[in-house]
């Protein structure tokens, strides 16, 4: 596989991201439980390994947004997986709605215990309060607004448009909208190209040559069929992922002076496609009990 270049990890962790943790931990205790969104086509790499910290052992409901866009056998897998480490899931596609209504279910059966020992105190007017976190771009902001029924949060396709926390009334729920927050160090090279794939990391701090080709590199060892269909051309198992950015490039038509192909325009366009998905429903990492 190749290596992610020098200026795929600069300045991804800005002054407003640390600010925000900070906030999140301070306002932990006023939350009952912790909603975070997550995107299906890589839910590990979506998931911040430092909640498990952070969250100080507050119920936690794992949302597997854009299940839309994800393969479904994936998902299905990433629901047991979840499941298995105690905590609730709920599969959505934000953008149009489908699986949000079933999130205040899904809160009210996380705090069930909760809400029945309030009731014996006779504490029934008492709101929910949950907090929902994810990183830069995953849908956080569309969710919320899904679940209002109305434009609550800033929504954008561009990470880090939410900077203020807020709270918002869903029903006997209040949800506390935070910013998007990624964290200090990634585990792993992969990790950071799998956010950058689909856009959680801006593209302007990118080399999207070398991201482009690194996800063409990828899709070729479980998804070729998909590079087929859409680019025209069937990869090779010697092929690297600048050689099948070139092939596609080529049935594109995308040429530049001195008879070369244009390897950026290409990049953008197939990260563009495979975001918007395109390419089919794909997901770039399986559970590693799976």
Same mark, same amino acid.
């Given at each position: 596989?190749?290596?992610?270049?020098?200026?795929?990890?600069?300045?991804?962790?800005?002054?407003?991201?640390?600010?925000?943790?900070?906030?999140?931990?301070?306002?932990?205790?006023?939350?009952?439980?912790?909603?975070?969104?997550?995107?299906?086509?890589?839910?590990?790499?979506?998931?911040?390994?430092?909640?498990?910290?952070?969250?100080?052992?507050?119920?936690?409901?794992?949302?597997?947004?854009?299940?839309?866009?994800?393969?479904?056998?994936?998902?299905?897998?990433?629901?047991?997986?979840?499941?298995?480490?105690?905590?609730?899931?709920?599969?959505?596609?934000?953008?149009?709605?489908?699986?949000? @209504?079933?999130?205040?279910?899904? !809160?009210? %059966?996380? /705090?069930?215990?909760?809400? +029945?020992? *309030?009731? $014996?105190?006779?504490?029934?007017?008492?709101?929910?309060?949950?907090?929902?976190?994810?990183?830069?771009?995953?849908?956080?902001?569309?969710?919320?607004?899904?679940?209002?029924?109305?434009?609550?949060?800033?929504?954008?396709?561009?990470?880090?448009?939410?900077?203020?926390?807020?709270?918002?009334?869903?029903?006997?729920?209040?949800?506390?909208?935070?910013?998007?927050?990624?964290?200090? @160090?990634?585990?792993?090279?992969? !990790?950071? %190209?799998? /956010?950058?794939?689909?856009? +959680?990391? *801006?593209? $302007?701090?990118?080399?999207?040559?070398?991201?482009?080709?690194?996800?063409?590199?990828?899709?070729?060892?479980?998804?070729?069929?998909?590079?087929?269909?859409?680019?025209?051309?069937?990869?090779?198992?010697?092929?690297?992922?600048?050689?099948?950015?070139?092939?596609?490039?080529?049935?594109?038509?995308?040429?530049?002076?001195?008879?070369?192909?244009?390897?950026?325009?290409?990049?953008?366009?197939?990260?563009?496609?495979?975001?918007?998905?395109? /390419?089919?429903?794909?997901?770039?990492? *399986?559970?590693?009990?799976?």
């Amino acid at each position: 596989m190749i290596i992610m270049s020098e200026e795929m990890n600069i300045n991804w962790f800005p002054g407003h991201m640390a600010k925000a943790r900070r906030k999140i931990t301070e306002s932990l205790k006023l939350v009952d439980a912790v909603c975070e969104i997550t995107d299906a086509r890589i839910p590990a790499s979506s998931c911040n390994p430092e909640l498990d910290e952070i969250t100080a052992g507050k119920p936690r409901l794992i949302v597997l947004n854009r299940a839309d866009l994800a393969d479904s056998n994936a998902t299905r897998a990433w629901a047991k997986y979840f499941t298995g480490r105690g905590f609730s899931v709920l599969e959505t596609d934000s953008k149009s709605g489908k699986g949000v @209504k079933a999130f205040p279910g899904a !809160v009210r %059966e996380l /705090l069930k215990d909760k809400i +029945a020992a *309030r009731e $014996e105190k006779g504490q029934t007017g008492r709101p929910i309060r949950v907090m929902v976190v994810g990183i830069p771009n995953v849908g956080k902001s569309t969710f919320i607004n899904k679940v209002s029924g109305r434009k609550a949060a800033a929504a954008s396709d561009r990470p880090g448009v939410t900077r203020a926390q807020q709270w918002i009334p869903v029903g006997g729920i209040e949800l506390l909208d935070t910013p998007g927050v990624l964290w200090p @160090k990634f585990d792993s090279p992969e !990790v950071g %190209e799998n /956010l950058a794939f689909t856009g +959680a990391i *801006r593209d $302007e701090i990118m080399d999207r040559v070398t991201l482009g080709a690194n996800l063409l590199s990828r899709l070729s060892e479980a998804y070729a069929d998909r590079i087929e269909a859409r680019y025209k051309f069937t990869p090779q198992p010697d092929m690297s992922g600048f050689d099948l950015l070139e092939a596609a490039a080529k049935k594109r038509g995308f040429l530049i002076s001195g008879g070369e192909y244009d390897l950026e325009r290409m990049a953008c366009v197939l990260l563009d496609e495979y975001r918007g998905g395109l /390419l089919g429903r794909i997901t770039l990492e *399986r559970p590693q009990n799976d």
